[in-house]
């Protein structure tokens, strides 16, 4: 099952409607519909941890992969009827490497999400610490000896040793 099949399940299974699902995740209907194919569902992964949120009882896996069941503690499988005729051998190689690839993309999303995230802590413990060191008198402690006036001993400002 493609990622805005699953997404099309929730809206008619778990979510009050497509309208009110698209509207949560801060799309009007007609661009929420928009992205509910195989061309346009790329889209859709920047909103999948926004879905989980709004309904948490929706299993990850499921969501982002197809596995498992769709709800957390279920073992049921949700049963989707087929939205074309059946497909040639080709078809079924071409729609497995556009999952791959859509779950491909979906992880890079997931990844720049934490790395920002990451980025962000970093430097929020940056700042921390540098409060601390100003509150309590030890701002040289924290400071870079090449961007400071303090040397490292043994050391010239270009790396070199003297």
């Known amino acids: ?17 497509q309208t009110a699902l698209g509207k949560a995740l801060g799309l009007s209907q ?9 061309v346009s569902e790329k889209n859709l992964w920047q909103y999948l941890p926004k879905i989980l949120e709004l309904y948490p009882q929706v299993s990850r896996g499921w969501l982002y992969f197809g596995e498992g069941a ?5 073992d049921e499988r949700v049963a989707v009827s ?4 059946a497909t040639t051998p080709k078809q079924t190689v071409m729609h497995r490497d556009q999952e791959e690839m859509n779950t491909d ?3 890079r999303a997931e990844n720049n999400v934490l790395k920002d ?7 929020d ?11 309590s008198g030890y701002a040289d402690i924290f400071s870079c000896p090449m961007d ?7 050391a010239q400002l270009d790396g070199t040793k003297e």
Do not use: D, W
């Open 117 to 123: 995230k990451l980025i962000a802590a970093l430097e």
């Open 1 to 17: 099952m493609l990622l805005f099949e699953r997404v099309r399940v929730i809206s008619e299974q778990v979510a009050p409607s």
């Open 70 to 74: 769709m709800l957390m503690g279920t």
């Open 148 to 154: 400071s006036e303090h040397s490292v001993p043994g």
């Open 82 to 85: 087929p939205l074309c005729k």
């Open 30 to 38: 007609s661009k929420f519909q928009g992205y509910l194919n195989a």
């Open 125 to 135: 413990n940056k700042r921390l610490h540098e409060r601390i060191a100003q509150m």
């Open 105 to 107: 993309t979906g992880l």
